[in-house]
């Protein structure tokens, strides 16, 4: 029986069961097996891992664990102090899209709201899930380990937190966009641009309440949905004000 010695770092912990944070993990083995499937047996999905050290070597997710290995695996946020010669995790994406699992329902509202291309259903099947992320080359965020561990997935990230407004921080964070926050540009049913429309081509559609207060109206280019400022605009608008407050608190 061979054994390797696993060490994961910062929050890679997440994924791990509480007697096996933050402590050297004995791992026996009979069979040969790649560094990925035995990260992943032991609780970590790939799109996690940002680079991992073996011995006194960097390695790719090909590497074999051999007997006797002492490996170390760490998240992108250990960059800060290590520049390994290997990195794992894909170059950032220019074109910033979100693909979400049916848990984050909430979020992909929220993320919507702030300019971002997400798309969700209640209905995806993990394997289109992993598909889309692929094929449109979207992150995927998730509250599914499993799903984060298919082999389609490249970018890709577990959202720890279970509270929606804490979900979109992370999420900002994370992936450093608070600087691309671009509100109020994408219909927050279905995903699609807004575009000003002319009230009048429009009137029989805004509530006779609505059609004397207001002048300036948005329509979703896809869904037709009809967009204007009201109450509901003001707490949006409140909401959004609190996310980006939250970067200048850091």
Same mark, same amino acid.
């Given at each position: 029986?061979?054994?390797? !010695?696993?060490?994961?770092?910062?929050?890679?912990?997440?994924?791990?069961?509480?007697?096996?944070?933050?402590?050297?993990?004995?791992?026996?083995?009979?069979?040969?097996?790649?560094?990925?499937?035995?990260? $992943?047996?032991?609780?970590?999905?790939?799109?996690? *891992?940002?680079?991992?050290?073996?011995?006194?070597?960097?390695?790719?997710?090909?590497?074999? *664990?051999?007997?006797?290995?002492? *490996?170390n695996v760490y998240p992108i946020s250990s960059r800060s102090d290590i520049i390994p010669s290997v990195y794992l995790l894909p170059e950032p994406l220019s074109n910033i899209r979100f693909? %979400?699992?049916?848990?984050?329902?909430?979020?992909?509202?929220?993320?919507?709201?702030?300019?971002?291309?997400?798309?969700?259903?209640?209905? !995806?099947?993990?394997?289109? %899930?992993?598909?889309?992320? !692929?094929?449109?080359?979207?992150?995927?965020?998730?509250?599914?380990?499993?799903?984060?561990?298919?082999?389609?997935?490249?970018?890709? !990230?577990?959202?720890?937190?279970?509270?929606?407004?804490?979900?979109?921080?992370?999420?900002? @964070?994370?992936?450093?966009?608070?600087?691309?926050?671009?509100?109020?540009?994408?219909?927050?049913?279905?995903?699609?641009?807004?575009?000003?429309?002319?009230?009048?081509?429009?009137?029989?559609?805004?509530?006779?309440?609505?059609?004397? @207060? *207001?002048?300036?109206?948005?329509?979703? @280019?896809?869904?037709?949905?009809?967009?204007?400022?009201?109450?509901?605009? $003001?707490?949006?608008? @409140?909401?959004?004000?609190?996310?980006?407050?939250?970067?200048?608190?850091?």
């Amino acid at each position: 029986m061979a054994i390797a !010695y696993f060490y994961f770092h910062a929050e890679l912990n997440h994924f791990l069961p509480r007697h096996q944070k933050q402590v050297k993990i004995s791992h026996s083995f009979e069979e040969t097996a790649s560094i990925k499937d035995t990260i $992943e047996s032991l609780g970590v999905p790939h799109p996690e *891992v940002d680079f991992i050290k073996v011995n006194d070597e960097y390695v790719d997710f090909s590497y074999i *664990v051999a007997d006797g290995d002492i *490996v170390n695996v760490y998240p992108i946020s250990s960059r800060s102090d290590i520049i390994p010669s290997v990195y794992l995790l894909p170059e950032p994406l220019s074109n910033i899209r979100f693909v %979400l699992d049916i848990h984050l329902g909430k979020l992909a509202t929220s993320l919507r709201l702030l300019g971002f291309d997400t798309l969700y259903r209640n209905d !995806y099947e993990d394997e289109e %899930l992993a598909k889309i992320s !692929y094929n449109q080359t979207r992150i995927l965020l998730t509250r599914d380990k499993g799903l984060l561990m298919r082999s389609l997935v490249r970018y890709g !990230y577990y959202v720890r937190n279970t509270n929606p407004e804490k979900q979109i921080l992370e999420v900002l @964070q994370r992936f450093d966009l608070f600087k691309l926050v671009s509100p109020f540009k994408r219909c927050l049913r279905c995903n699609g641009l807004l575009e000003s429309v002319d009230k009048q081509s429009i009137i029989e559609q805004i509530p006779e309440n609505v059609r004397s @207060q *207001v002048e300036e109206f948005q329509r979703c @280019q896809s869904c037709d949905r009809i967009y204007w400022k009201g109450s509901h605009y $003001e707490r949006l608008q @409140q909401f959004i004000d609190g996310v980006l407050d939250s970067k200048t608190d850091e």
